[in-house]
C-alpha cells in the first residue's frame, strides 16, 4: 500500500447496564464471559472505569460528547441535549467516516432546532446527530417483535409482557422461568444479525464506523435457557447493604427517597410491590438471572468477533467495549441505577487497537471515566482531541507508555430533578436545580457533596468498601471532608465550560481555541 495508512475501522459497543465487575476477566467468582475477555486478551482492560452519570440519556451524553454533565446539561432522561456540543459521531463524519447505529443513543434532542409538532419532542429515544440509522431499537422494540413475528414467535399468546415468564408460577414469584422467544431470538441477537448483514456490504468499502448498542443486561430481568438457568442463585458474593432496608433509608435522606420509589414491576413486568420488599432469596434469583443476561450478550459479542474475521477486518478495527452506567443488582436492597454508590457507577471498559499488540492481554488499575472515551477516538485516529473536552486520551495506556501524570480520582454527577412532575422538588422541599449530587472517589476515600441543602456523605472505602458508615460528622473526619469538599470546588472550577474560555480575542485575531466548532 503507497500513500497515506489507510484509517481503521471503529466498533464501538455498549451493552446496557453492565456492572464493571461482571467480567470473568475482572475477577469476579461466578460470571463466565469468555468473548469480553478473548477482547481483554487482545487488548487492555481498565478494571477502575466509571460512568459520568445515570441513568442513560445523561450518561451517554457524557459517553458520546467527552462532557462532564455539569457542561452536557443532560441531567435526566428527556433533558435536551443541546446542540452547540460536537460528539464522536460529528467527529468521525468530519474524518471521512459514516457512523452507523444499531441500537439506539437515548438522546433528546434540541427543541429549538425543531418544529414545534415534531414527533420527535415527544420522546427522549432521539438519534445522536451525526449518526445514520441501519437498525433503530429503542423502547418500544416494535422492529425486533416485528422480526419475531416473521420468525413464527406469537408475541401476544397469552402474554401481556413479551419479556414475561412463561410459567404457572403465582404473580409476583421469582422464577428462573425463561420467555417465550428463544436465545437466537434475544434483542441482542437480532441486532448481532442486523450488523452482521451491514458488515457484509462493507468487506471492500472506505474504512467504517458502526456504534453496536445492546439493551441487554437492562432490566426487565429475564434471559431464555440455557442462560436462565446457567448460575445458582447460592453462588455469588455476598450484598452489600446493611441489616435492612429500614437501616439503609434511615442513613441519609436521598437514599430513603429512593427506596421508596422503586417498584417491583419495573424489573419484572410480573410482579407488583416494592423492590426493598424481595427477599434475600428473591435478590440472589434475580442476581442469577441478570449473571445469565451478562453471559448472553456475551455470547452475542462472540458472534460480533466472528462477523468482524470473516470480512478479514479484526487486523484494522480498533474495538471499543463498554456500558453507560451499572446496576444496584440487590446492593443495599435496590435495583436499577442512579445515587452514589459504586454499583451504579462502575462500569466495564476494555479496548483493542490491533496497531497495539506489544500491551495485549494487559491491565490499567488507574482511575478512568466515560468522558475520556471521545478523545481516545480521535487521538487514535489521529485528531488531537479539543482542549475544552473533559476527558483524557487513554492513548498512552494503550501505547504501553503509561502517562506521566494522571487523575488519582473518579467523578460522577446524579440529578434526580423531575421538571414534568416535580415529584423530587415537593418531597425535599427544594429547586429543581437543587435535586444534584456530585462525587469524588479517590483509592481510599469517597465525597458526596449534596445540593439542596442535603447533608453530605463521607465513606472511608479501605475499611467500609460497602458504603455503609457515613463519617461526614465524625469530629476526626472533618479534616478529610474539608479536603475532600475542596478537591470537588477545584475539579468543578477546573472543567466548568470551557468552549470560549480557552480563547481571547487579541489586535491579531483569535488566540487559543474555540469549541464545538
Not at 138 to 153: D, N, T
Not at 316 to 331: Q, Y
Not at 451 to 463: C, E, M, N, Q, V
Amino acid at each position: 500500500m503507497t500513500g497515506k495508512a489507510r484509517r481503521p475501522n471503529i466498533l464501538l459497543i455498549t451493552c446496557d447496564q453492565w456492572r464493571g465487575d461482571c467480567l470473568s476477566s475482572a475477577g469476579h467468582p461466578v460470571v463466565k464471559t469468555p468473548n469480553a475477555d478473548a477482547l481483554a486478551a487482545e487488548g487492555v482492560l481498565f478494571r477502575r472505569h466509571y460512568g459520568g452519570a445515570a441513568p442513560c440519556s445523561p450518561a451517554r451524553a457524557c459517553l458520546y460528547t467527552g462532557l462532564y454533565q455539569m457542561n452536557n446539561r443532560v441531567c435526566r432522561n428527556g433533558t435536551p441535549l443541546d446542540t452547540r456540543h460536537g460528539n464522536i459521531a460529528l467527529e468521525a463524519r468530519g474524518l471521512g467516516y459514516d457512523p452507523t447505529l444499531f441500537g439506539y443513543t437515548d438522546v433528546s434532542l434540541d427543541p429549538r432546532r425543531l418544529a414545534p409538532g415534531d414527533p420527535r419532542l415527544q420522546s427522549y429515544e432521539g438519534v445522536l446527530p451525526g449518526f445514520t440509522v441501519r437498525q433503530l431499537l429503542p423502547e418500544h422494540q416494535k422492529q425486533w417483535l416485528s422480526w419475531l413475528k416473521l420468525r413464527g414467535v406469537d408475541a401476544s399468546a397469552g402474554h401481556p409482557d413479551i419479556h414475561s415468564p412463561v410459567t404457572g408460577d403465582k404473580a409476583g414469584a421469582v422464577s428462573s422461568a425463561p420467555p417465550i422467544y428463544s436465545r437466537d431470538e434475544t434483542p441482542a441477537a437480532f441486532l448481532t444479525g442486523e450488523f452482521t448483514r451491514w458488515l457484509g456490504e462493507q468487506e471492500h468499502a472506505a474504512p467504517w464506523f458502526a456504534h453496536l448498542s445492546f439493551i441487554s443486561p437492562h432490566p426487565p430481568f429475564i434471559v431464555p435457557e440455557p442462560y436462565n438457568t446457567m448460575y445458582d442463585p447460592a453462588d455469588g458474593p455476598a450484598f452489600q447493604r446493611a441489616a435492612s432496608w429500614q437501616e439503609e433509608a434511615e442513613s441519609h435522606p436521598y437514599l430513603a427517597y429512593d427506596l421508596g420509589r422503586q417498584k417491583q414491576m419495573k424489573f419484572r413486568p410480573d410482579a407488583n410491590g416494592k423492590v426493598h420488599d424481595w427477599s434475600e432469596d428473591d435478590f440472589r434469583r434475580i442476581r442469577a438471572i441478570y449473571y445469565g443476561m451478562v453471559s448472553e450478550v456475551d455470547a452475542q459479542l462472540g458472534r460480533v468477533w466472528q462477523a468482524v474475521k470473516a470480512v478479514g477486518a479484526w487486523d484494522d478495527t480498533i474495538i471499543v467495549l463498554t456500558s453507560d452506567h451499572a446496576e444496584m443488582m440487590g446492593d443495599h436492597f435496590m435495583l436499577g441505577k442512579g445515587g452514589y454508590f459504586d454499583c451504579s457507577y462502575h462500569i466495564p471498559l476494555i479496548i483493542r487497537d490491533p496497531r497495539h499488540g506489544k500491551v495485549a492481554g494487559g491491565s490499567v488499575d488507574r482511575f478512568t471515566e466515560a468522558v475520556d472515551i471521545v478523545p481516545t477516538l480521535l487521538d487514535l485516529l489521529g485528531k488531537d482531541p479539543a482542549p475544552h473536552l473533559d476527558g483524557l486520551s487513554l492513548k498512552p495506556f494503550l501505547s504501553g507508555e503509561g502517562p506521566a501524570v494522571w487523575r488519582d480520582a473518579a467523578h460522577w454527577e446524579f440529578d434526580f430533578r423531575s421538571i414534568a412532575e416535580g415529584e423530587a422538588e415537593r418531597h425535599f422541599g427544594i429547586a429543581s436545580r437543587q435535586c444534584n449530587l456530585a462525587v469524588i472517589r479517590t483509592e481510599k476515600f469517597k465525597y458526596v457533596h449534596f445540593g439542596g441543602g442535603l447533608p453530605p456523605l463521607l465513606f472511608d472505602l479501605a475499611s467500609d468498601p460497602g458504603e455503609l458508615d457515613n463519617l461526614a460528622a465524625d469530629p476526626k473526619h472533618l479534616a478529610v471532608r474539608l479536603e475532600f469538599a475542596e478537591r470537588l470546588l477545584a475539579w468543578r472550577a477546573e472543567h466548568l465550560d470551557q468552549t470560549l474560555a480557552l480563547a481571547e480575542l487579541t489586535e491579531h485575531g483569535v488566540v487559543g481555541h474555540v469549541g464545538g466548532e
